[in-house]
């Protein structure tokens, strides 16, 4: 069992920048791919980012240039660097893992969320 528990969200003004943390913990042998996704009102729920246990990195169109996935794997933690903020990144992010349990199956889990809100 992984627990995913995110941090950083928060209120900030455009143009402005949040970092966002996702720490995993329990019993696991190894996590594979994180990623981080988002949900704004009324809209599915949509990949921001994804990050390999190796470090190799995917972006969503509206999240290059502008945002930075990053991980730690010693720490079990994955962070996601915001910059230029715009309103339009006001939604809840969450994160997942890709996880590898002690029973040998490989299970996705989810965090709770962190709301970020962006004004103008």
């Known amino acids: 069992q992984v627990q995913l528990v995110e941090s950083g969200g928060g209120l900030v003004q455009s143009g402005g920048s949040l970092r966002l943390s996702c720490a995993a913990s329990?019993?696991?042998?190894?996590?594979?791919?994180m990623a981080w996704y988002r949900q704004a009102p009324g809209k599915q729920r949509e990949l921001v980012a994804s990050?390999?246990?190796?470090?190799?990195?995917n972006y969503a169109d509206s999240a290059k240039g502008r945002f930075t996935i990053s991980r730690d794997n010693a720490k079990n933690t994955m962070y996601l660097q915001m910059n230029s903020l715009e309103p339009e990144d006001t939604a809840v992010y969450y994160c997942?893992?890709?996880?590898?349990?002690?029973?040998?199956?490989?299970?996705?889990?989810w965090g709770q969320g962190t709301q970020v809100t962006v004004s103008s």
């Open positions: 990050i390999t246990s190796a470090g190799n990195r």
């Open positions: 997942n893992a890709n996880s590898r349990t002690v029973l040998g199956d490989t299970r996705l889990y």
């Open positions: 329990g019993r696991f042998l190894s996590i594979y791919t």
